[in-house]
């Protein structure tokens, strides 16, 4: 059931003219009550209210739409259900009559920045921004498009914006932090995304995007920090979308680490080898379900650098370093799989240990 609209009624001698430019503030002068007009509908929108406004006489009408709010509502549940096409449609129908409210000018902008809809959004937050310049979701949103439109310079110059007007928010902090370490990383990105994740410490998108710009640093404290970082988010949401990224990155920090050591690893080779002894003499499918047991520790991330870091596997009773386990992993592969790929580029030294293994034979 639609409530009923709401109204009130200003005399004009009463409302604060100076808030209209200079020229719109005589009441004798031409256009003097379409100015007062457009403000007030302005103003209105800038909050997010839904009116109509009428001049009469001396007095000012403010009919409030009990309708349109109730339709704004609606949408909004739409939107945070993922039903995007009702709620992207109430907002195009609201937006043609209410084209200066703020709240659909960032919704809908919002909605066509995800669908990729770009010149759209950013033409919308675009306004959402002008209609009120202190509206911080609006300019955050406006950075993430104008950054999905790869226009770099305005999505650090919106965000920058939105910082300035909520310097402690964590979805603020993240987002100009995580738009400055996509353009350049640098202290000012690294800085921004600690206190992000000071604010929400399991928040998921801040603490990625703290991993990705410390691993970008590549340096061995950074990528030691961004390993703790991508673990946690594994921990957090385990089978996210996240968590799987977090794992790849995982793998890429352990290859990068393992080969910054030098060009051949003996260990990895000693380990094939070792391994490629142990597979001598079992079957195919004992050797398969070898490759299974390993590969699936390997999913919740291995630390393939840190020797004292132990795992046990059943299927070859026993304890085994991070980069032992990588290893007979990938011999496992090549003997029931040739040339699959294991996910830890160790060809090289899988190379060496087999020709060991044939002068040994």
């Known amino acids: 059931m639609t409530s009923k609209n709401l109204s009130a009624v200003i005399k004009i001698s009463e409302y604060d003219l100076t808030q209209l430019p200079l020229e719109n503030q005589d009441v004798n002068a031409p256009g003097f009550k379409l100015a007062l007009k457009n403000h007030i509908e302005a103003d209105c929108g800038s909050e997010g209210r839904f009116a109509t406004i009428a001049i009469n006489n001396e007095v000012i009408n403010i009919e409030y739409d009990a309708y349109s709010t109730e339709q704004s509502e609606l949408a909004l549940a739409y939107l945070q259900q993922g039903n995007y096409p009702k709620g992207k449609a109430i907002f195009e129908s609201l937006l043609a009559n209410y084209p200066l409210n703020s709240i659909v000018l ?37 950075a993430v498009a104008y950054a999905r439109n790869k226009n770099h310079e305005l999505a650090v110059k919106s965000a920058t914006t939105a910082l300035a007007l909520a310097p402690e928010d964590s979805y603020v902090l993240r987002t100009a932090g995580a738009l400055m370490a996509q353009t350049s990383p640098n202290n000012e990105a690294l ?17 990625f995007a703290l991993a990705e710009a410390l691993k970008a640093g590549n340096t061995e404290q950074n990528n030691q920090r961004a390993s703790g970082l991508y673990k946690k988010v594994i921990e957090l949401a ?51 379900g070898v490759a299974m047991e390993t590969a699936t520790l390997g999913q919740s991330g ?40 294991s996910g830890f580029d160790i060809q090289a030294e899988y190379g060496r240990a087999l020709a060991l293994f044939g002068e040994e034979a």
Not at 201 to 206: E, F, H, N, T, W
């Open 106 to 142: 960032f919704n809908l902008g919002m909605v066509y920045s995800d669908e990729g809809n770009l010149s759209n959004a950013i033409d919308l937050l675009s306004k959402a921004t002008q209609v009120n310049p202190k509206y911080t979701y609006a300019w955050v949103a406006l």
């Open 191 to 207: 800085l921004l995304l600690e206190k992000a994740v000071k604010a929400a410490p399991d928040d998921l998108i801040a603490l």
């Open 238 to 288: 385990p089978g996210s979308a996240k968590a799987e990224r977090a794992k790849e990155q995982l793998r890429t920090l352990a290859y990068t680490t393992f080969r910054n050591v030098g060009k051949l690893r003996m260990d990895a080779v000693m380990y094939c080898l070792e391994a490629l002894k142990t597979f001598a003499d079992m079957p195919t499918k004992a050797i398969a």
């Open 302 to 341: 291995l630390d393939v650098n840190n020797p004292d870091k132990k795992y046990e596997l059943r299927t070859i009773p026993g304890t085994y370093s991070g980069l032992n386990v990588v290893c007979i992993l990938h011999t496992a592969l090549q003997q029931v799989a040739p040339g699959k790929d």
